[in-house]
């Protein structure tokens, strides 16, 4: 066989490899019905450029090796070869898969019994391939024979065509998408826009507005000094999936997703964007994080929800079978090169709003719009990060330098050093967000839209820095991480104000819809701040609540704290060496160093009734 006509056989054998893998992808995809449409196309082109070029290597070695050995093989033999070591890929692929995911997940790929499992898987299916190379051969040349026949041909053919035509189309209509920031509106007369702003992990009391020895928001100071300051807002969970559940559906973890299944909104729930856009405003939302897609209900009642993290997603995504899936797990710093972080940062989501707010300035419309700013991994950049800290420690040092003094226990021996390194690291990154924050709210002043617009600024929850033994936001429902800012600035009707009642951030929308005078769903647990802002005597909440529903591999199953004026309950289900039910007087000892669950009694049993209720505002 000619170089040329060999080069052809090994590239082509790598493009039907690559659509054979790509298409069991996509099966596996449907099966377990987790996808979104962009990776459907892209889990096809993946996998035909990486097998067409492992089959072109393979082609030029192979041609190299037979021009220094100066073989002559017959032209079936190179078939025979080429198929032999297409299933024989496969099969390592897939084997090799298993073995490091399912068996070999606590360790990586140069750990020494990765590197031996994986030798001795390949040489298992190197030595399978060759006796059956050299002993099955006549049924190798039966299936080719098989694959050559012409209605088969004239299927492969069309299937790949079809491939071919539904990535080109795909392609160009995700270009198109992602650079589209045109949504339908109108102009509505006497209803203000709205801008609602949501902060990753911004725990309340590290903003110089809540007392912070530190300045970390000056500009978040000084847009406070014309808003309503709400002082002691309670989030509702500690997720961001299951907080932004609460706020889109005015109701308690426990409400809306009563089977504690974790995965967002359902369906069949009523958003309050949903209830917006029916009222005729133009809605719009940008999210910085992955478990606010689309795809976990989010998108809901949104014209435009643009929610793509990177153009190649890895986050969140099933990919047991794909072969991006498998070049993130074994060459991970391959997504550092190629900017892939599974996040998005405020300054992309500022780009995006800004061209959003110039090409929609003249509708009246809903902009929700998520920043992950602070959120770990601890990652300012340079400029915010020297304000902060001459540490020159990454955040990934300083967490490996807090596993291994803990052992990643509870009350571990970490030492302040450590800890001043995180807590440094994750201020600078409230400063940057804080600025980037000023940035969008100067745009909107540019574009004239600031003084007609109802801007809400709040924390989905907050992070804990060693206050209760643990750090980030994960496992418990101490103040650190519950206690959020609320931020509601809309002068034509609200004047500035301060105010101490607890509150929850599931209030935000039926505040926000008593403002429209819009009828509010009925069979929420939200209620209205309208009347404790104008102070008229209505507002009459007993409780806030927030709640937290184990996921495997936690402690607990259920945590539930209630806030009923100056006290709190922390009940925990089941109670564990670590995590302890407590109650705390917040008043006096703010920082629930205290536990007083057994010392009043009483007091404890007047907040456990309110575990099953809901806001009780009659």
Known sequence: MKSPEHFKLAVFTGLIVGVLHGSVDIIAKFAVWSFEWF??????????????????????????????????LPKNKYHAIYFTASIALLLFFYVATIVNRDILYRFTLWDWQSLVANFLVFSAISLLSLFVFTKGEGIIYLLIDFFNKTKVKKFVGNYIFAVSVFIIVSLIMDVYLLNDFTSSGEKLEGYPNIVYISMDSVRADHLSMYGYKVQTS???????????????????????????????????????????????????????????????????????AAWIKSKYGFGQGFNLYKDRMDFLEHKLTYDKFSIKGAIFTFVPNIQNIMDIDAVRSSEEINKDAFKWLEKNK????FLFLHYEGPHAPYNPSKEFRERFTDDPRSFEELEAAYEKSTGLKRYGNVSENVINGLVNLYDAG????????????????????????????????????????????SRTLY???????????????????????????IDIFPTVFDILKI????????????????????????????????????????????????????????????????????????????????????????????INDTTRNE
């Open 430 to 473: 409230i400063a940057e967000l804080d600025y980037n924050i000023n940035l969008l709210l100067d745009k909107m002043e540019g574009l004239g839209l600031k003084n007609n617009t109802l801007i809400i600024i709040a924390a989905d929850s907050g992070e804990e820095f060693y206050d209760h033994g643990y750090f980030k936001h």
């Open 39 to 72: 990776e459907l196309y892209q889990t096809l082109l993946s996998s035909i450029l990486v097998f067409t070029f492992i089959f072109a290597a393979i082609g030029i070695f192979f041609e190299a090796l037979i021009r220094i050995l100066k073989l002559r």
């Open 479 to 505: 103040q650190e991480i519950v206690h959020v800012p609320l931020l509601i600035y809309y002068p034509d009707k609200l004047k500035p104000e301060i105010i101490e009642e607890p509150v929850s951030t």
């Open 218 to 288: 000056p500009n978040l100071d000084k847009f406070s000094k014309n808003a309503v300051v709400f002082k002691n807002v309670i989030s509702p969970s500690l997720w961001t999936i299951l907080v932004h559940g609460g706020i889109f559906t005015g109701k308690y973890v426990s409400t809306f997703d009563p089977d504690h299944t974790n995965q967002g909104i359902k369906k069949e729930e009523k958003t309050f964007v949903e209830v917006l856009k029916d009222n005729g405003y133009n809605t719009a939302g940008f999210v910085s």
């Open 362 to 365: 003249d509708d009246t419309f």
């Open 519 to 610: 009828v509010v769903p009925e069979g929420i647990d939200g209620v209205s701040l309208i009347p404790l802002i104008k102070n008229d005597g209505s507002y009459q909440r007993e409780f806030v609540k927030s709640e937290l529903f184990g996921l495997p591999g936690h402690e607990t199953k259920k945590q539930t704290a209630i806030i009923h004026n100056e006290w709190k309950l922390i009940e925990v289900e089941p109670e564990t060496g670590t995590i302890k039910p407590g109650l705390y007087n917040l008043n006096t000892d703010p920082k629930e160093q205290k536990n007083l669950y057994y010392i009043f009694p009483e007091k404890r049993k007047l907040l456990q009734k309110y």
